[in-house]
């Protein structure tokens, strides 16, 4: 998530001369992104029939082989309609933990006849690249690779392991991104490079970059009412309807205790220095001296940028009953779709809303299936931030550096649930005014070529060689 920019680029030119000169050139890697990603782009990597993300491992697959990778080293395991990648450039000590860059090959459905241009045939215009997957997450998955391959070419030799690891259904059931963390569980750092992490004004110039070190636990819970029903002519005190209105009522009302941990302590810390309006600066200032005051947590909740990392949050989002309309209901149920801040599990939540709830005829249960874990919050280990500190400012120059927990879900939360420090870590950098993942026109400003391939390369060298 990021911050409202358009206030801020006084800040930035303060703060920053021009950032494109100071990353050094590597013209083949940075011609292998474009080609890598206008190659990926072009494959409708999307599950279901006609599903081509195991074609886009191949593409991945033939580039590193032409660089030096041998077959062994490349595996493309197919999974269902789907495949994951994974690639391993054997550092110089096997016993040492690996330096893991994960990320994902699939995109999300796109209707070309909703597009300006078709979802699925690269276009570069006036400096962008449209395609799906431009944002999310091809463009980023061919730098980083790209950068990788430089890197050997350089003639770096790593003392761990890098191994790259590509989901193949991270938009849908992560079932490849459950089974690529269980056999990297040994992985000494995982960096995820999925999405834009740094932010541009909107004349260009790079406003914060920011890591993500924690997510919230996405749940959903089903409450349902059942009753004997009968004739709409003789009422019952005890209606499904009601009864289910008035516990939703309730649970809409209801706010989970503020919290803060290492992360989210340093995120309001950083954000409160960068943020222009000085009302809610004060309140991000005044919620880290203490997470009870009354008056910050009204500013923050009341922010749809902010509410989300103040605590667990809960909203009821579905709701259906009765089946005729001269009957009395039978039975009422509705969808609570919860944003579990880390440290608490799915049955501590479900107990509390249904306290929150008091509605004894009102059945709790989660439906959240497979498709979400609790994970707790990656630490924040010295190692890497010092590490994005010298990549980011190699590549961009002295910008702010904010430590972040997302209220989404990433592959990183199944690394986390094993104990593996995951960290959204990609070079990118993107204006509030050019972020359509996920929708229609999907784009990404090619001005992050260069300095990337910089960022990736300073990363991988810190970490790999220790």
């Known amino acids: 998530?990021?911050?409202?920019?358009?206030?801020?680029?006084?800040?930035?030119?303060?703060?920053?001369?021009?950032?494109?000169?100071?990353?050094?050139?590597?013209?083949?890697?940075?011609?292998?992104?474009l080609d890598l990603s206008k190659q990926t782009i072009a494959l409708r990597s999307v599950r279901g029939?006609?599903?081509?993300?195991?074609?886009v491992a191949e593409v991945f697959r033939d580039a590193l082989l032409k660089a030096g990778w041998t077959a062994q080293d490349v595996e493309i395991v197919p999974l269902d309609d789907t495949a994951y990648l994974i690639a391993t450039w054997k550092g110089s000590d096997p016993s040492l933990g690996p330096v893991v860059l994960s990320a994902h090959m699939d995109v999300v459905e796109a209707k070309p006849a909703d597009w300006e241009r078709d979802p699925f045939t690269p276009v570069v215009e006036?400096?962008?690249?449209?395609?799906?997957?431009?944002?999310?997450?091809?463009?980023?998955?061919?730098?980083?690779l790209s950068s990788v391959i430089e890197l050997r070419r350089q003639g770096f030799k790593p003392r761990r392991s890098i191994v790259i690891a590509y989901s193949g259904d991270e938009e849908t059931t992560m079932e490849t991104s459950k089974v690529i963390a269980q056999r990297l569980r040994n992985a000494d750092i995982v960096?995820?490079?999925?999405?834009?992490?740094?932010?541009?004004?909107?004349?260009?110039?790079?406003?914060?970059?920011?890591?993500?070190?924690?997510?919230?636990?996405?749940?959903?819970?089903?409450?349902?009412?059942?009753?004997?029903?009968?004739?709409?002519?003789?009422?019952?005190?005890?209606?499904?309807?009601?009864?289910?209105?008035?516990?939703m009522a309730k649970i809409g009302a209801y706010r989970f205790k503020p919290e803060l941990n290492e992360i989210t302590r340093q995120y309001w810390t950083e954000a409160a220095r960068i943020e222009p309006d000085p009302r809610?600066?004060?309140?991000?200032?005044?919620?880290?001296?203490?997470?009870?005051?009354?008056?910050?947590?009204?500013?923050?909740?009341?922010?749809?940028?902010?509410?989300?990392?103040?605590?667990?949050?809960?909203?009821?989002?579905?709701?259906?009953?009765?089946?005729?309309?001269?009957?009395?209901?039978?039975?009422?149920?509705?969808n609570i779709n919860c944003r579990i801040f880390p440290g608490h599990t799915r049955a501590e939540i479900m107990a509390e809303l249904a306290k929150a709830a008091a509605m004894p005829a009102a059945k709790f249960s989660d439906v959240t299936g497979d498709?979400?874990?609790?994970?707790?919050?990656?630490?924040?280990?010295?190692?890497?931030?010092?590490?994005?500190?010298?990549?980011?400012?190699?590549?961009?120059?002295?910008?702010?550096?904010?430590?972040?927990?997302?209220?989404?879900?990433?592959?990183?939360?199944?690394?986390?649930?094993?104990?593996?420090?995951?960290?959204?870590?990609?070079a990118s950098m993107g204006k509030d005014s050019d972020d359509f993942s996920h929708g229609l026109n999907e784009r990404i400003s090619l001005v992050n070529v260069g300095p990337g391939v910089t960022y990736y390369l300073s990363l991988l060298k810190d970490l790999a060689a220790k």
């Open 126 to 144: 006036n400096g962008y690249l449209f395609g799906r997957g431009a944002s999310d997450t091809k463009f980023e998955a061919s730098l980083a």
């Open 1 to 33: 998530m990021r911050f409202p920019s358009s206030a801020l680029i006084s800040l930035a030119a303060a703060l920053l001369a021009s950032t494109s000169a100071q990353a050094k050139g590597h013209a083949e890697a940075e011609k292998q992104v």
């Open 191 to 247: 960096l995820n490079v999925d999405g834009s992490s740094g932010t541009l004004a909107e004349n260009g110039k790079p406003l914060y970059w920011s890591w993500q070190g924690g997510e919230k636990t996405y749940v959903d819970y089903k409450v349902e009412v059942t009753n004997p029903g009968g004739h709409s002519s003789a009422p019952r005190p005890d209606n499904a309807i009601v009864q289910l209105s008035e516990a």
């Open 280 to 334: 809610l600066a004060a309140a991000m200032k005044a919620f880290v001296a203490n997470p009870e005051d009354a008056a910050a947590l009204a500013v923050l909740r009341a922010n749809p940028a902010t509410v989300g990392r103040v605590s667990t949050t809960c909203v009821p989002t579905m709701i259906s009953g009765g089946h005729a309309q001269n009957a009395l209901p039978q039975s009422a149920t509705a």
């Open 49 to 55: 029939p006609g599903n081509k993300t195991p074609q």
């Open 371 to 426: 498709d979400s874990v609790e994970a707790p919050a990656s630490p924040m280990r010295p190692d890497f931030v010092a590490a994005t500190r010298k990549a980011v400012t190699a590549a961009w120059g002295p910008v702010p550096i904010i430590p972040t927990q997302s209220s989404g879900a990433s592959d990183s939360m199944w690394y986390r649930a094993l104990g593996v420090p995951s960290y959204g870590a990609s």
